[in-house]
């Protein structure tokens, strides 16, 4: 009986991937609501800083570029935060893609209950058919949150030069950006994992018997 429920990570994470490859279109579909929110907080992000480098450098002519542009700055400023406004737009953009992520899980469960079925008449745990769910959450996550922070920040760079010019990449904050690419990492990834939690509860409380009863 040990062995029926007690199966190893890498018997989860296999069976995770493999699930992904299988849903391949269906999880490409989930990511890119995550892509597009991460790339959109890592865009904001970017932008800020760079803007800062910008006016540390002192130069009079990025300044008034940069208020033309919309930035405002106050006599004295040395950094560039976040307006209200894209503190909120950025938390609707993150709200949106939970809840994007959250429904298309939940079908997931559906289109799943007699293979969750399964493995509860083989002896897995209500524990083991969350790990699955949270494992894939992470995989995409990971993957989706890596490619929006990127697609960001390149966005953000490639707009400063095209709005201040070639010579302002002299000025772009390197570890500041990269610092801001982690954390967009981080957010995405913790956010993929908040939408699976509960089709993931919710798969793990199904009775084997309804499970394999429902028709597909």
Same mark, same amino acid.
């Given at each position: 009986?040990?062995?029926?429920?007690?199966?190893?990570?890498?018997?989860?994470?296999?069976?995770?991937?493999?699930?992904?490859?299988?849903?391949?279109?269906?999880?490409?579909?989930?990511?890119?609501?995550? =892509?597009?929110?991460?790339?959109?907080?890592?865009?904001?992000?970017?932008?800020?800083?760079?803007?800062?480098?910008?006016?540390?450098?002192?130069?009079?002519?990025?300044?008034?570029?940069?208020?033309?542009?919309?930035?405002?700055?106050?006599?004295?400023?040395?950094?560039?935060?976040?307006?209200?406004?894209?503190?909120?737009?950025?938390?609707?953009?993150?709200?949106?893609? =939970?809840?994007?992520?959250?429904?298309?899980?939940?079908?997931?469960?559906?289109?799943?209950?007699?293979?969750?079925?399964?493995?509860?008449?083989?002896?897995?745990?209500?524990?083991?058919?969350?790990?699955?769910?949270?494992? /894939?959450?992470?995989?995409?996550?990971?993957?989706?949150?890596?490619?929006?922070?990127?697609?960001?920040?390149?966005?953000?760079?490639?707009?400063?030069?095209?709005?201040?010019?070639?010579?302002?990449?002299?000025?772009?904050?390197?570890?500041?950006?990269?610092?801001?690419?982690?954390?967009?990492?981080?957010?995405?990834?913790?956010?993929?994992?908040?939408?699976?939690?509960?089709?993931?509860?919710?798969?793990?409380?199904?009775?084997?018997?309804?499970?394999?009863?429902? /028709?597909?």
């Amino acid at each position: 009986m040990r062995r029926l429920v007690a199966l190893p990570f890498a018997k989860s994470f296999q069976m995770a991937y493999q699930s992904i490859r299988v849903r391949f279109f269906r999880s490409l579909i989930t990511t890119m609501s995550l =892509v597009l929110a991460v790339a959109f907080l890592s865009f904001t992000q970017s932008g800020n800083i760079i803007a800062g480098g910008l006016l540390s450098s002192g130069d009079p002519g990025y300044i008034e570029a940069l208020v033309k542009s919309g930035y405002d700055i106050a006599p004295g400023d040395t950094s560039i935060a976040s307006s209200s406004k894209q503190r909120w737009i950025v938390f609707l953009s993150l709200l949106v893609c =939970v809840v994007g992520i959250i429904n298309a899980q939940l079908m997931s469960v559906t289109e799943r209950f007699r293979e969750i079925g399964t493995l509860k008449c083989l002896g897995a745990l209500d524990r083991f058919i969350v790990r699955i769910f949270v494992i /894939e959450a992470t995989l995409q996550g990971l993957a989706g949150s890596f490619a929006g922070a990127v697609l960001g920040a390149v966005a953000a760079i490639l707009t400063t030069l095209g709005k201040f010019g070639v010579n302002s990449g002299s000025y772009l904050p390197w570890p500041e950006i990269a610092a801001t690419l982690l954390y967009a990492i981080f957010i995405g990834t913790v956010l993929s994992l908040l939408g699976v939690l509960y089709p993931a509860i919710v798969a793990s409380r199904m009775q084997p018997v309804e499970a394999m009863r429902v /028709e597909q």
